[in-house]
């Protein structure tokens, strides 16, 4: 009996983190439909001014990136809100809030309403990414953190996968706005599950104090109590301010850059490359193909990536991905069998898409709990710089006639940059959460961190 009711806070624990697991990353998965659904919709704009009057190159790229900039403002509120009123909150709001952007967003008749709504849609999308990196890395057990936060950031590229899917069976006959009412379903699916499923965080509500709200969440959920016994010293920055501290203001610059530069690849592609492949002689189905498998190269290769980040440390990670992205964009000038060019996009999926992901994983270990979920908000509110820039660039070379064997050469350069941004990343500064756990058995020496799912 001892030991059977010793295992019911695990079997609780398991529970909650696979539903909380399953909730965030189903709402990435409507991220990375929506960032798609813009890009499949692209080509029919540009050709029909009577779908939200004329579209040209440059309005296009204006328009992919007023979402990306309501991204960027929604992550950095979120990051300082999210401290305020709880993950959970935050949360809960951004489900409603992108879900009625999405619906209004469908039945807009002009260029200015339309970009008006992707920038209010935005703002609930940036919400959600970076609260949804806070809640994983307090949800998710000790040396299961980057996994955990791996599988939830995989739901963009599976979202971008399923859109792509999407467009190409049925955008022909339910049209562009059809593609965006789908994309408010989590107002009536997601949102009532996390309502009921979605726990606030127990170490947010005992750096707040609510130890004895804490303490009930922990006994119906299952997840451990921090150690609310050590007072953090009030000199100590925390939050934003730590995080351009004399201490991490290097590490917070860099991986601020990194991100915004992975971010501007993969919005720059998923934006473009469907217009990119048509006009090295691809139909408009063979086109939105391409999306499908990038997507699903990113989704693969992160989660197998990441698997090598728990062993060899994310940096190292992260600066291979992005030198497998850019030598792979440049094999994409060669005349190649299409066999061949589908699987070097999806192996670019992984250098972009897919780095672009386990930014957020190197982040959350770079940085200490104290500034953890401020550290992510930065990471995806200015990655989102990058976001803005990718369609903006696209729509510029496009305009300025440069060729297709042009542009993939410039993304090369792009992710060589990379590169050198990721080897520049000083030595992480943070504590060993199972301090945090002290419940919690520790890993063993030479133990994969992610080696069993939650």
Known sequence: MPVIASSLPDAKRKRTVVWAVALVTTGMVFDGYDLVAYGAVVPTFLKDPSQIGEVTPAVAGTLGSYALLGMLFGA??????????????????????????????????????????????????????ATTGALVAEVAPAGKKNLCSAISYCGVPLGSLLGSFIAIVLLDSIGWRGLFLIGALPLVTLLPLAFFKLPESVPWLVAKGQIDKARAVSERTGLPMPDAARPQAKAEKVGFAGLFSRTFWFATVITGLMSALAQGLNYFLNTWLPVLMEQAGFNAKGSLAFLLVLSGGAIVGALAASRFADRLGPKPVVAICFLIGGVFISLMTLELPLAVRLVFVAIVGLGTTGTSLLIYGLVANQFPTKMRGAAVAWAAGFGRLGGVSGPLLGGFVLAAGLSVDSIFYILTGLAVVGVVLTLLVPRAHVEDDRSAHPTEPSVPAGTSAGSSTP
């Open 76 to 129: 950095l509120l979120a990051g300082a809100f999210g401290d305020i009123v709880g993950r959970r909150k935050v949360m809960l709001t951004a489900y409603a809030w992108f879900s009625v952007g999405m619906a209004v967003t469908a039945f807009t008749t002009t260029t200015t309403t339309f970009g008006i709504f992707r920038f209010v849609t935005g703002l609930g999308m940036g919400a959600l990414i």
